[in-house]
């Protein structure tokens, strides 16, 4: 099992950037697939970004692209999610999660573990 641990959320101006951050507990996080999702409020939770293992490859929403970097530290069991230019839509819960089934990063529930979620708000 692996227990995950947002932080870095905040209230920041259109434009401006924040850095997300995900712990892992656990000597495993190597092992697991990490993404970042988003609900805001009255709308499901959507997918922002996905980083494989060894974090050679990465995946991004097209509403992010450009906009949002995810990287991790596997020595460090840290994700993080790099957040620039940021408009009043990234308005959201955001949530880090640990798959280590195979499937589509983009699905929601191909992920086994959650973090409790952090909070951005993005004035006009």
């Known amino acids: 099992q692996v227990q995950l641990v947002e932080s870095g959320g905040g209230l920041v101006q259109a434009g401006g950037s924040l850095r997300l951050s995900c712990a892992a507990s656990?000597?495993?996080?190597?092992?697991?697939?990490m993404g970042w999702f988003r609900q805001a409020p009255g709308k499901e939770r959507e997918f922002v970004a996905a980083?494989?293992?060894?974090?050679?490859?990465?995946y991004y929403a097209d509403s992010v692209k450009g906009r949002f970097t995810i990287s991790r530290d596997n020595a460090q069991n840290t994700v993080y999610l790099q957040m620039n230019s940021l408009r009043p839509e990234d308005t959201a819960v955001y949530y880090c999660?640990?798959?280590?089934?195979?499937?589509?990063?983009?699905?929601?529930?191909?992920?086994?573990?959650w973090g409790q979620g952090t909070q951005v708000t993005v004035s006009s």
């Open positions: 999660a640990a798959a280590q089934k195979m499937g589509s990063l983009d699905y929601s529930r191909l992920y086994e573990y």
């Open positions: 656990g000597r495993t996080f190597s092992s697991y697939r």
């Open positions: 980083i494989r293992r060894n974090g050679g490859s990465t």
